[in-house]
Structures are given as structure tokens and as C-alpha cells.
């Protein structure tokens, strides 16, 4: 029986507050059960990141490590990108974002790319790979790009939708068949200002012209989209983001077939 794909997903942060009802002083680390699901939906295992560093940490584990062992990475949603990371200082206190975070997953998305394995990014996964790789962002669209579409109703949110615009013979219009545009939600506030050197952009919001999908044109395997694949439903009209999954494991596969055939 084959061994089934081990896939990393970076946690996301709860820092120390007085205000919470349990382990208020006490950091906790979490995933969202919906990206656990899709990862496990076409057979991998998803497995999560617990960070090696902090004030209680202990041994000798390292991100290299987990590199080593695991499959591929995936990034998800979250917090803010502390605008440090990407060399500004917060226009407002509220979008000051999870320094530690950042400092966690740069360093893992390093690890992984040194690896040779495969990482994909999803809406602040998305932001973060930008930045891990020399890019900014916008620290708030609305204030910003005031022009542009609401990327994030609270009220609503993962059923607030916009079409997507795919660039043509770009790898993710191929993945998806060859259309040219479909349904996405959009549930982030931040968004990819100046793109990293070595990327190449995928997708557009077709109205404002944000980015929405980007791909390094490196030979790791490193790509992210904006949306959130793991809220998209069939009964909701929105993408089937399958193929995306299904490629990002295919690359997974592939690198591991050929590190057991040179062993």
C-alpha cells in the first residue's frame, strides 16, 4: 500500500490574553478545521506545524526538520503580515498584524524551498509568501486603493464573492481546464502591493486589478492563492479548486518518488 503524503500547515498564533476564558497566558497554536479538510480530501495527511520557538521552548527540533520529514507546505489564513516584515511601520495600530507569525512562517517557507519541496499559500499565505520572497503589500486595501472592490465583509463573510479574471496560458488556467474567469470569495483586507521578484501573477480581481493568484518561476514548487479554496462549496457556484490541490500533491509525489529512487 503507498505511503500516503504527509502535508505541513503552518499554525496560526494565539498570543497571551487576560481577556480569554482559557489558557489566558499561555500561547496557543491552531489550525482551522476546514483547511485540515481539504487537505485531506483527495487522501493526504495534513499535519500541523507546532513552532520550535518561543519563550517555552525546549530540544533540539528545528524547521529544517520538519522540511526533512514532511511532504510539502501549506500556509493559511490568519492575522495580519506585520508591515516590519516587508520594511514600513503599521499606518494604524489595529493592522500592526503578528510579527511572531510572520517570523515563523518566513522561516519555514525558507526551509521547505531549501528542501526542494513544495508550498502552496492561501490568502495570508499568499501575502507571506510575497514578503518571504521580497514583495509588499498593502496594509489595508479600502484606505489605500479606495477604488477598489470590498474585499471583506465582515458581516458576511466567506459568502462574500467576486469573479476572478485568469491570465491567459498561465499554469492556473491550464490546472483549471482553460477557463477565463469563475466565482471566488474574498475574505481579506490586505492584498499584494509591488509582487516579488521571480513570481508571475496568475489571476486578477477583474474589477480593480488585485492580485488574486501567483506562481514563482523558480523550480521549487511555490504558489498561492488569495481565496480561500477550503470555504468554496459546489451548491455556492464557485471554483472547483481541486485541480489546484490535486497539482500542488502531484508535485509532493514527485519529489518524494525521486528522492526513494536515488536513495
Not at 64 to 84: E, F, K, R
Not at 107 to 114: D, E, G
Not at 216 to 234: I, K, L, N
Request: some cysteine; hydrophobic content about 40%; aromatic content about 8%.
Amino acid at each position: 500500500m503507498k505511503e500516503r503524503l504527509k502535508i505541513g500547515i503552518s499554525a496560526c498564533f494565539l498570543h497571551p490574553d487576560p481577556a480569554r476564558t482559557v489558557f489566558a497566558k499561555k500561547t496557543l497554536q491552531y489550525i482551522e478545521q476546514s483547511m485540515a479538510h481539504w487537505v485531506m480530501s483527495t487522501g493526504a495527511l495534513p499535519v500541523m506545524i507546532p513552532s520550535p520557538a518561543g519563550d517555552s521552548a525546549q530540544g533540539e527540533v528545528h524547521f529544517d526538520d520538519y522540511a526533512q520529514w514532511l511532504d510539502g507546505l501549506v500556509l493559511h489564513g490568519g492575522a495580519d503580515v506585520w508591515p516590519g516584515s516587508y520594511g514600513e511601520t503599521p499606518l494604524q495600530e489595529r493592522w500592526s498584524g503578528d510579527r511572531l507569525r510572520d517570523e515563523y512562517e518566513i522561516a519555514l517557507v525558507r526551509a521547505f524551498v531549501a528542501a526542494g519541496k513544495p508550498v502552496f499559500g492561501v490568502c495570508r499565505g499568499l501575502q507571506l509568501i510575497n514578503v518571504a520572497f521580497g514583495g509588499t503589500l498593502y496594509q489595508d486595501i479600502g484606505t489605500q486603493r479606495p477604488e477598489s472592490l470590498v474585499h471583506r465583509d465582515a458581516d458576511v463573510y466567506d459568502h462574500n464573492f467576486h469573479q476572478l479574471e485568469i491570465v491567459p496560458d498561465s499554469r492556473l488556467q491550464a490546472l483549471l481546464a482553460g477557463a477565463r474567469s469563475c466565482k471566488i470569495n474574498s475574505i481579506h483586507h490586505q492584498g499584494i502591493k509591488d509582487l516579488a521578484d521571480g513570481f508571475v501573477v496568475e489571476a486578477r480581481c477583474p474589477d480593480d486589478g488585485m492580485i488574486e493568484a501567483i506562481r514563482h518561476a523558480g523550480p521549487t514548487y511555490v504558489a498561492a492563492v488569495q481565496w480561500h479554496p477550503e470555504f468554496h462549496r459546489p451548491e455556492l457556484g464557485t471554483l472547483d479548486d481541486t485541480p489546484l490541490l490535486n497539482d500542488f500533491l502531484a508535485a509532493a509525489q514527485t519529489f518524494r518518488a525521486e528522492t526513494e529512487r536515488t536513495r
